[in-house]
């Protein structure tokens, strides 16, 4: 039986919505608004602003004055390697612990997840000598490293509720089909596990692209991915809010258009499992 | 179907991710903790001999310790309470009948997708600005003197900036959990005359319970090792020093290696107490 609603409520629910969701949106849509406008035109009262000349310019000079596509492939090469390097070790892992349970597995499992509790401050130190001593500071391929590491929980983990879903009497069967090995996880196991793989990338391509303690730390001028370019701008000279702004619009927008297409995967992802 | 040869196959399987995160876990950590033994001072002198608990003694007696755990407090339990709070309530409204519903879903989700630094420097900049910001036009427009919203109100920017960050997070969670809700049991409280509110606090609370203690925990491991907001914010300054900031400060800034350590010790064991609680709700699923 579906409840019945009145139009009038569905009316004020819908307003009611509309107004919150554009509430918390508006910063957002602020700054996308300001990397149109003139420095100057910038810092004029919000109606001003507005009614002020649409530009293209502010894009135009940050690429011009900071590089910005070499932090921009930083942030790419780091985000996506990490997750490639992350999803090849933890694909594995996740396989053997959903197809072949042990009696340890709950406990590797649980173990694994508690790795990703580690607080990044309290390993600050040994990990930023670490870097010196073998080179690997203000580097892209000390990033991804780094990356992997902390994300490598949630990869295992999101890679075994997935798997874990998949029935086992379809390998039987194709067993009894009599189905090699191979052909079995070539044509039974895979396409079933695609979509899962799928939602894990991306969940995590969009954290290791946000990440921003060990980004900070562990770069300088040459690695710096997105995150760790906008945080020089906290230091500015002179005007710069159409500047930064034009610069976050870029760092942000393609991280919320792949972030809208993974609301599932991101509860599911990021509770562990514990709600979905 | 598990034979001896397939379970041999599968140790080997999980050897890498096993191995890595073995490493990962007690390489650093050993070395933390033998740090913190220590007094180790990289540009005065280098390591300067075993100092017992020395360093754990003196992270906690200086004068920095105790504001920084209250203000710890604050942040963490501030944006818990308005996170989850509002996120009840906002879970609540886009659960209802109305139109163009995966759009106001895709409005309120977007700042959990915006970076740490660019949320920090925006709010500071375009919005939290005494001269320049949008609030500050805002108090003109009203003919009220603008708030120096940074440095006289710090740790409630602060908190509004994180909170504005994790809102998204607890609200999509808590919707997850309302969908899941068996909507017959619903109508059935209804026809049996209990109000909205009865029925909130009877049936939809307890059944987000769960939820709620899920998002409560994970957003307390991610908030207790908030940085990046007040690195690019206030650096520190103005009552804004969390643990994690003190501690940063005590390794990079005035590298104090041993001190930091002892700090950084400190947090180990203060995040794995709320990891311990974690794992028991995530554990529990594991049955299921």
Known sequence: ?276 | MATQHSRSAARLMMAPAVILLLGWMLLPLTMTLVLSFKKYLPLRGGDLGWVGFDNYVRFVSSSAFWPAVTTTLIVVGGVLIITVALGVLLALLLDQPMWGQGIVRILVIAPFFVMPTVSGLVWKNMFMDPVNGFFAHLSKAFGAEPIQWLSQASLPSLIMIISWQWLPFATLILLTAIQSLDSEQVEAAEMDGAGAISRFRFIVLPHLARAMTVVVLIQTIFLLSVFAEIFVTTAGAFGTKTLTYLIFQRVLESQNVGLGSAGGVYAIILANLVALFLMRVVGKNLDA
């Open chain 1, 1 to 276: 039986m579906a409840r019945t609603v009145t139009t009038h409520r569905k009316i004020l629910t819908t307003l009611l919505a509309w107004a919150v969701g554009l509430l918390i949106f508006f910063p957002i849509f602020w700054i996308i608004v300001l990397s149109f406008k003139s420095e100057g035109d910038a810092i004029k009262t919000p109606i001003q602003v507005l009614l002020s000349a649409w530009s293209f310019d502010n894009y135009a000079t940050v690429q011009e004055r900071s590089d910005y596509f070499k932090h921009f492939s930083n942030s790419v090469l780091i985000s996506l390697g990490s997750t490639f390097l992350g999803i090849l070790i933890a694909v594995p892992a996740a396989w053997s612990m959903a197809f072949v349970p042990s009696k340890r597995t709950r406990g590797i499992l649980m173990w694994m997840l508690s790795t990703k509790m580690l607080p990044a401050v309290g390993v600050l130190y040994p990990i930023y000598i670490g870097f010196i001593r073998l080179g690997l500071l203000d580097t892209r391929l000390g990033l991804v490293l780094i990356l992997m590491l902390i994300n490598l929980p949630i990869i295992v983990w999101m890679l075994y509720t997935y798997f874990k879903e998949i029935p086992v009497e379809i390998l039987e069967a194709a067993r009894m089909d009599g189905a090699r090995l191979r052909e079995e996880l070539l044509y039974v196991l895979t396409p079933m596990a695609i979509p899962g793989i799928a939602s894990t990338i991306l969940l995590n391509v969009i954290l290791a692209w946000n990440e921003a303690f060990w980004t900070l730390n562990l770069t300088a001028a040459k690695a710096a991915p997105l995150t760790a370019f906008i945080a020089s701008y906290s230091s500015p000279e002179g005007l710069f809010y159409a500047k930064l702004s034009a610069a976050s619009v870029m760092a942000i927008a393609p991280i919320l258009i792949m972030g809208w297409f993974s609301q599932k995967q991101l509860v599911r992802g990021l509770t562990f499992g514990a709600v979905k």
